[in-house]
T-cell receptor
Framework: DAGVTQSPTHLIKTRGQQVTLRCSPK?????VSWYQQALGQGPQFIFQ???????QRGNFPDRFSGHQFPNYSSELNVNALLLGDSALYLC????????????FGPGTRLLVL | AQKITQTQPGMFVQEKEAVTLDCTYD???????LFWYKQPSSGEMIFLIY??????QNATEGRYSLNFQKARKSANLVISASQLGDSAMYFC???????????????FGQGTILTVHP
């Protein structure tokens, strides 16, 4: 049973560039949440996708956008990258009802120079 | 105000001993969930244990148990018989309603680094 997968594992970008991160949920899951984890901090909720729509959003600027595809996989896009966007980006998947546990992928480490 | 507070930046324990990691939370929502995740240096967040606010008994999962004291708003993780592989960052997280609805957003604490000595 495949768990949550994310790609790429590492990424280096320069300020002002755009980046796309990808996530495939655990088999049977239909909900994808994205989190940003700065070094030494706990993860911060970015947004959650369900049925191809953004269901809930955290306190992140519009530079952060996402998408969910019919196969439940998801993308996180960040435009106009800032140095402060350097972080570990974690994707978590769950099934339908909000009471279900979220399972995380290995993350994508983004470094903005 | 911090929603989730983990006051122990680092903890040390001898192999085979038990250790308690502290977590206090703040919410006015009567229906919420509390989670503990383990994050090794590789970065992946590994789910350990869950406690619902209405659960009558403390949750247990193998060597992990959750000491849930609702009136004190604490949800401490107890790891019994520590192993070297338990060395990692541990996060407490809460799921609660926002504006009357709940879509599963997790709010995390700052984490506690656990080091297990042989």
């Amino acid at each position: 049973d495949a768990g949550v997968t994310q790609s790429p594992t590492h990424l280096i970008k320069t300020r002002g560039q755009q980046v796309t991160l990808r996530c495939s949920p655990k088999s049977g899951h239909d909900t994808v949440s994205w989190y940003q984890q700065a070094l030494g901090q706990g993860p911060q909720f970015i947004f959650q996708y369900y049925e191809e729509e953004e269901r809930q959003r955290g306190n992140f600027p519009d530079r952060f956008s996402g998408h969910q595809f019919p196969n439940y996989s998801s993308e996180l896009n960040v435009n106009a990258l800032l140095l402060g966007d350097s972080a570990l980006y974690l994707c978590a998947s769950s099934y339908g009802t909000v009471q279900e546990t979220q399972y995380f992928g290995p993350g994508t480490r983004l470094l903005v120079l | 105000a911090q929603k989730i507070t983990q006051t122990q930046p680092g903890m040390f324990v001898q192999e085979k001993e038990a250790v308690t990691l502290d977590c206090t939370y703040d919410t006015s929502d009567p229906s919420y969930g509390l989670f503990w995740y383990k994050q090794p240096s590789s970065g992946e967040m590994i789910f350990l244990i869950y406690q619902g606010s209405y659960d009558q008994q403390n949750a247990t999962e193998g060597r992990y148990s959750l000491n849930f004291q609702k009136a004190r708003k604490s949800a401490n993780l107890v790891i019994s018989a520590s192993q070297l592989g338990d060395s990692a960052m541990y996060f407490c997280a809460m799921r609660e309603k926002t504006g009357g609805t709940s879509y599963g957003k997790l709010t995390f604490g700052q984490g506690t680094i656990l080091t297990v000595h042989p």
